[in-house]
């Protein structure tokens, strides 16, 4: 599961949604990768949407195949973005 944290672009990050990420992990036994994204102020957009589709062909370029319908994981401002 490719999991992208909320926080408008502007905050967060995979530690701040740790308890998130370990619970979607244990209750859909699934790995998790949760992006660590560049974000503002030092990095200007589209920097995040591409650290996403970045990631999103890495996992492809090593095997894994998206299974069944896709999934997304939205918990504040920013999955819609990446996702549509």
Known sequence: MLYFHGGAYFFGSPRSHRAVTWRLSRECR??????DYRQPPDWAYPAPLEDAVRAYKALLDTG??????????QRQHLGPAFTA
């Open 30 to 35: 699934a790995k998790v990768l949760a992006l």
């Open 64 to 73: 894994y195949r998206p299974v069944g319908w896709l999934t997304i994981i």
